[in-house]
């Protein structure tokens, strides 16, 4: 993607009235959503603010928001690095999702009436028929990585369509470990590509109003995920690698 543009990735949101500090943290938020900045590599801060077109102040006082919310690891004389999120974390990274998303679905279950439901989640039907239309053949996703982030951007919507914006918040991070565990993944960043039939099951015991099981559902979901992911199990789903070097690796000016 070019790092010009704005990114689709639920993380990035789009800012009203941004200031130059503003508008350089969602670029490094994306480039490492993306994958340009991947994760333990060296942020070199005059090197990317020459790429951003940027001060050095502006870009040290962004890459310090990005300290702060984990995304971003300053150490003493070694610089500012990109975090990493090993094996050894994906247990407690998906148990804090399973919390998050687990609230979202007994919220949206308790709404009242399925057309009430149905029109709350119609940004999550929209992404489940396009993987559906993957699944089935019917049409090309380019590569693995629209599978990955339109997947991503399911579970993100989901907590999204609860109307808690505090989730909203939570799943924002919580999505950007998730993305920062598949790209420094030791296999390489691996995805599920038969996962619309999971999504599809879970969102109609939502639509029925049948919040507990839609969440011991994501929760079976998850321990799966886990299983492929840490090597517990060996994977009994159909899964396909992300190229994510792909393109210009290279920060581009935003317009200030």
Known sequence: MPMGQHSTAPNMARVQRSSTVDLITAQLRNAIYEGLLL?????HEAIAAQQLGVSRGSL????????????LVARPGQGLKVATVGIDDL????????VIEGA???TLAELPGR????????????????????????????SPRAIGDTDLGLHFETVKAAGNLRMAHYMTSLVMETRIASLGHPRGYI???DVGEVHRQRLELVLS???????????EHFRDTLDRLTGRLPP???????????????????AT
Do not use: F, M, N
């Open 115 to 142: 057309e009430v439901r149905r029109g709350r989640l119609a940004t999550v039907i929209s992404l489940l028929e396009r993987l559906e239309e993957w699944d089935a053949g019917k049409g090309a996703p380019g």
């Open 39 to 43: 994760p333990g590599s060296q942020l």
């Open 236 to 254: 009994t789903v159909a899964t396909a690698a992300v190229e994510h070097l792909e393109g210009d690796q290279q920060l581009g000016p935003i």
């Open 104 to 106: 979202a679905l007994r």
């Open 91 to 98: 247990d407690s990274l998906y148990a804090a999702r399973l």
């Open 209 to 219: 109003g049948r919040g507990e099981a839609a969440v011991e559902q994501l929760s």
């Open 191 to 193: 995805v599920r590509t």
């Open 60 to 71: 040290r006082e962004s890459a310090q928001r990005l300290v702060q919310d984990g995304l």
